[in-house]
Every structure is written in C-alpha cells, then in structure tokens.
C-alpha cells in the first residue's frame, strides 16, 4: 500500500506491505523503493515491510539544498513514529546504508539489527569529497550522460550483457529525479561523519552484504569493517557488484530474510 506523509513541508512517500516483526528497506543514490519489488511478496509473507522513497529520490519531495544522512534518517523515524512501529531491522543499499547508520547513531533504542547492504561505515577522505563536488557540477551540465555511465559501473562486468533491460529500467526511472535531489543528496553523503566507533559498540546484529566485483567499495574495505560488530554476519558475492538485489537477487533475499528473522526473535 503506498502512503505519504506531510513532513518538513514536503511530502514522503512510502510503501507498506504484509504484517509481523518490520523491516524498513531503504535504497540508494539515484534509486527509489521499486529497487526492492524482487523481495516484497516474499518477504512481507513474514514481515511488516516499509519499502521507503528517501528524500529527492521516487515521489519524495526535495526538502532543501543539502540532505544530510541525519535529516533522511529523521525522515524514516518519522514515518515509523507514523505507522506505531517500535523497532525494526534497518536494511540500506549504499547511500541507504549509511541513512541507517545515522539513524542508529540517533535512536538506537528502535533497531533490532542492521544490514549494510553494499555500504560501509567510512566518511568519506578529501578525495571523496572532492569527487562528490566534481559529480555535482557535472550533473548541473548535464544529468543524463552522468546517469549513462554512472548506472552500468554499479554491475559486475560479467553481468551487464544479461541485465542490460534491467541497467535501462534503472537509467529511466533516474532520469525522472531533479537535478536539485540528486545534488542534496551527494552533498549530504559528502558531508557525514564515520560510523566505525558505533560499528564497534553495535547492541544489535549486523549483516553485510558484499560484491567481490563491487567498482565502490574494496572488498578489503569490506572485509576489515566486518570485523569490527560484536556480533556480524556477512554474505560474500562472487559474482556481483554493487546490485546484489538485482544480479543474485535469491540468494541475497534468502539471506536477508534469514538473518531479519533471527533479529526479531532476539528482540
């Protein structure tokens, strides 16, 4: 069921489906919730399932200039608060891992468990940032050949032939997202801080989810955050870059569902 709620004078747009313990999925930059359609009927089978439109991306408002990860993370709180959800499992792809992150720096007390998928908890170094404001004047100039090379990148090479229809479908629906949504969004990635230290003190279980052939983060990066949670538990891609939900979307989906379910019952 799709529903909004007025926030900040803009509008959220959200989608719930099924009933049970939630899981709220968030998506990343240049995405929207229809990245998880593969996994709603499953997946709500067991679950309250929050499919969420971050802000400037899907049918969300732009709210401003800059969307930090901390103002997105109020968004989803507000929406949960909304829906009278306690807690949840918090999965984020890429930029959505790193909302979740800053949510759980805020309001720990309403996680059960968190899933990087694709994410990781690094700020990013003077290059990065650098990059991010390189990024953002090329989008000013011209968003589409930006979205035309910038999709096809996130697949593993090997995969890119056989999901071409798939890269196209992504390509259009980012065509449709504002320049200004797609800028306040790469600002705000630029500017937040290192989540490593709450990795480390992490109360909840944490899941990552990871792409051997992932162009944007290292897998040694990977690897070295994975050790840091008391209690972590990992899914290791071999043929997959930075879209594991749609180049192996069973066996991601299976796993996230695994570990959602071991989360509730701990809670």
Not at 35 to 54: G, Q, R, S, Y
Not at 117 to 122: E, I, K, L, Q, V
Request: hydrophobic content about 40%; charged content about 20%; glycine content about 6%.
């Amino acid at each position: 069921m799709k529903k909004q709620l007025a926030y900040d004078k803009g509008l959220l747009t959200y989608h719930v489906n099924g009933s049970g313990p939630c899981v709220v999925l968030l998506h990343g930059f240049l995405e929207s919730s229809k990245i998880w359609d593969l996994f709603k009927e499953e997946m709500a089978a067991h679950h309250t399932l929050l499919c969420i439109d971050l802000p400037g991306h899907g049918e969300s408002s732009v709210f401003g200039p800059t969307h930090t990860m901390e103002f997105m993370a109020s968004c989803v709180k507000a929406i949960l608060d909304e829906e009278q959800i306690s807690n949840a499992v918090l999965c984020g792809h890429s930029m959505g891992g790193y909302v979740s992150l800053a949510f759980a720096k805020a309001y720990p007390e309403r996680l059960s468990g968190l899933v990087l998928f694709h994410s990781h908890a690094s700020a990013d170094d003077a290059q990065g940032k650098e990059n991010r404001l390189r990024t953002a004047e090329i989008i000013k100039k011209d968003k589409l050949q930006f979205i035309s090379s910038f999709t096809p990148s996130l697949f593993a090479p090997e995969n890119r032939e056989a999901l071409a229809s798939t890269i196209q479908q992504l390509q259009e629906e980012s065509h449709t997202l504002s320049k200004e949504g797609i800028i306040a969004a790469l600002l705000g990635m630029g500017s937040r801080t290192s989540s490593l230290d709450l990795l480390t003190k992490a109360p909840w279980p944490v899941l990552f989810i990871v792409g051997k052939e992932d162009s944007r983060i290292p897998l040694q990066k990977a690897l070295a955050q994975m050790a840091l949670p008391p209690h972590a538990e990992a899914l290791i891609l071999a043929h997959t870059g930075h879209m594991g939900f749609v180049e192996e979307p069973q066996k991601t989906r299976t796993t996230l569902m695994d570990f959602t379910k071991r989360c509730h019952l701990h809670t």
